[in-house]
Structures are given as C-alpha cells and as structure tokens.
C-alpha cells in the first residue's frame, strides 16, 4: 500500500521539498543554553558605547559643568549635576570589562560591538561551539529607548504581516552592518540570537529578518514585549524560546485582545469623533501576538530562587493570578523584569535538572 497515495501533491513540488537540505542547525530548547543566552544578554547592557558621540563633546560637557558647579550655591543643584555626571561613563573601561567577563564563559570572546544613532546596542560574540548575537534591551537613562518603546503603532513589513514601528526602526538601524559582519564569518558555526526587554523583541525581529551562512540555531528571549501580528509572526522559520518571569508585566505590551476592545469602546462614546478616532486606534493598535514558545518561571521570594521551576505552558488566568496574589507586590512587576533575575532563576533550573545543584 502507498501511505502518500491520498497526499494532494504533485510529484514537482514534492521533489522540490524533497531536495531541500534539512534544517539540522535548529535547535531544541535547553535549559543549560537558555542560562548562557540570559548572561550575554545580560553583558549586552555593559556600555562599550560613548557616552557622547565625541570626546570633544565631553570635554565641552565637562567644562560646562563644572561652571555651573562653581556659580552655584544652590545644594539642589548640585545633586542635579552630580546625576547628569553619573550618565557619563569610559566606555574604553567598559569594553575591557565586557572582554574580560565573556573570557569566564568557557574562553568566548568578542567578536564585534555595535551601536546606531537611534540608540541601538548589540554585541557578537564567538564561543567554543557557537556565534552568539545579543541585543542590549531598555536603559531608564536613554530617552531614545523610551522613544523606541511607545512607537507602538503597528506598520506594515516589508515581509508579510505588521510589526511595531519603533522596534522595528530600531533594528533596520543596525541591520546592514549586521548582514556585513555575519557574511565575513567563516567557522561553520551556528548563530544563536537573544536579548531582553527591547533587546528581545530586537531579537525576534533579527531571528525574522537576518540570513547566515551556517544556519541560525534558536533565539532566546528574556521579558520580551510583543514584536508582531500572526501573518508577520506565520513566517519566522528560527525556533524562538520566550522565557518570561513570574509577574514581569512587560511581556503583556502592547496590550492586545480583550484591552484594546476595551479601549476602543471607551473611545467611541467621545461625542462627535468618538467613532472615527476608535477605528483609527484600532487600526494602529490591534493584532500583536506573542512569537515563539513560553517557557514561564514561577514565583519566589526576593533572593530565595531555590524552589523556582520552569513550566513550559501556562494559562492567562495563572498568570493573572499571579500578578494578584496578596504574596506578590505590585512593585515586584518591575523587579521581575531585571535580566539578573532571569539569569539566576536559570541558572538553578539548569543545574537542577542536570542534577548539579
């Protein structure tokens, strides 16, 4: 008996498929990978780039202040400057720091940094088995990161499908010198992409949009906001692990579903242009979806991440409840984002579950 011989498909197509080689590069999930890919995403905030584009600039800032310093007698003033001169940093220091912190991951070393205009950050990386792409996610300190996030209407791709606007922005800033770099690679090695927060949704778009010669393993993403609609998320071939953290509430932005109805009534009852201006919202706002497969970390004391577990699927409603337990506090929806959480939380997965711990 033929098993294919009710398979609606031609002998043409068929073969073509068949002809194609097969995608050995892609790579399940792995609790040991996922802890790696949280510390370079992690490393990524190191800032090895200028403060200001031109030491001149600082040199100019500097003087600058230091008159106001000296003109000043006003206390509150000079805790205003002393802020304004915590912003500045040697990024030179910086980059030694972030060699010398990739040298403890099994010898990896940095292969290329990158920074744009509009605030894009990204460091490459090369390890023993692999190349490794992680984009920096939101500093509270860069407005055009803050810029980036509220962009959030959603624009149409040149790819199938729609994608946030500032995200998408953000990535086409660094994409050419990305392609650029990736081509000049020549060990047959895979890519691994990741990121948090900004630096995830980054991620996903480049586990979209970047081609590489050796095949791109998986991406990994850490409190990732959403990037996209279902016909721009339909198309991504790279296997993508969404590792979200108890009550981190930035992976539920943009809102989507039940909200943005919500939202879209209330805005209709505005007398006059209630109606026209609730079509527009929805037209701009409605449709994101989350891309890849969950993988959800529970919830612990401050501190106390020992009794962590991961689970690989969980409902709205658990997650709801979590976010209002009397056991959770409010505060914790923005200490669950940090990146140094998720790298701890996983760290204890993987050496419990490769009994280590």
Avoid at 21 to 48: I, K
Avoid at 327 to 344: A, C, G, N, T, V
């Amino acid at each position: 008996m033929t098993v294919l011989k009710d398979v609606n498909i031609g002998l043409t197509p068929k073969s073509c498929l068949l002809s194609l080689p097969q995608p050995s590069y892609r790579q399940a999930y792995s609790d040991r990978t996922a802890w790696l890919m949280a510390t370079f995403s992690e490393l990524a905030y190191v800032r090895f780039n200028p403060a200001l584009p031109s030491n001149v600039q600082k040199l100019g800032l500097n003087t600058a202040l230091k008159k106001l310093i000296d003109d000043s007698s006003n206390i509150n003033m000079s805790a205003a400057v002393f802020a304004i001169e915590s912003l500045l940093w040697d990024h030179e220091e910086e980059r030694k720091k972030l060699v010398n912190e990739l040298n403890t991951l099994n010898g990896s070393r940095l292969i290329q940094t990158f920074s744009t205009d509009i605030g894009t950050q990204a460091i490459l990386v090369e390890t023993p088995h692999s190349y490794v792409l992680a984009f920096r996610g939101t500093e509270s300190t860069s407005f055009r990161d803050i810029k980036t996030n509220i962009k959030a209407t959603i624009t149409k791709c040149k790819s199938p499908g729609n994608v946030h606007e500032g995200f998408h922005e953000a990535f086409k800033s660094v994409e050419k010198e990305l392609n650029t770099t990736l081509s000049s690679l020549t060990k047959n090695k895979p890519l691994f992409i990741t990121g948090h927060s900004l630096g995830g949704a980054l991620a996903t778009i480049a586990a979209k949009r970047l081609k590489f010669a050796f095949g791109i393993a998986a991406c990994y993403t850490f409190g990732s906001p959403k990037v996209g609609d279902k016909e721009w998320i339909s198309t991504i071939k790279t296997p993508i692990y969404r590792v979200v953290n108890a009550a981190d509430s930035v992976t539920m932005l943009p809102p989507n579903g039940l909200a943005v109805g919500i939202i879209g009534v209330s805005i209709s009852f505005i007398p006059w242009v209630g109606s026209k201006v609730k079509e527009l919202f929805l037209e701009k706002f409605r449709g994101y979806m989350h891309a890849g497969n969950m993988r959800y970390l529970t919830n612990c004391r401050k501190g106390e991440y020992e009794d962590v577990q991961l689970l690989y699927s969980v409902s709205l409603l658990f997650r709801l409840k979590s976010h209002l337990t009397g056991k959770l506090p409010y505060r914790k929806f923005i200490s669950d984002h940090s990146i140094s959480i998720y790298r701890k939380k996983l760290e204890i997965v993987a050496l419990k579950r490769n009994q280590i711990f």
